[in-house]
């Protein structure tokens, strides 16, 4: 079993920042953790990627979030992080994290809110 625990959601003002975080953690003797990415979902709308990021540092990012949010991993503490600025109203959802790993088993945390107020 493979627990994700996210932390840094919140509510802000249009333009202010947040960070979110994602800990991996597992009983596994092996555990290596492939990607790790965070994806959202707002009401009535479905999930999408947010920003990916691959165990070598590669990553893809969400064209409207471009210049604005950041994410970086630590491999040591398998965590991943998510650095947002310059908050909009239109990033308002709930944010999940999720990871894959060598093993290509999938698993999605629990989700954290974000909103943010114009």
């Known amino acids: 079993q493979v627990q994700l625990v996210e932390s840094g959601g919140g509510l802000v003002q249009a333009g202010e920042s947040l960070r979110l975080s994602c800990a991996a953690s597992t009983s596994r003797s092996i555990f290596i953790i492939m990607a790790m990415g965070w994806y959202r979902q707002a009401p009535g709308k479905q999930r999408e990627l947010v920003a990916l990021?691959?165990?070598?540092?590669?990553?893809n990012v969400l064209d409207s979030v471009k210049g604005r949010f950041t994410i970086s991993r630590d491999n040591a503490k398998n965590t991943v992080y998510l650095q947002m600025n310059n908050l909009k109203p239109e990033d308002t959802a709930v944010y999940y994290c999720?990871?894959?790993?060598?093993?290509?088993?999938?698993?999605w945390g629990q989700g954290t809110q974000v909103t943010v107020s114009s």
């Open positions: 999720k990871v894959d790993d060598i093993l290509r088993n999938t698993c």
């Open positions: 990021i691959t165990r070598d540092g590669s990553t």
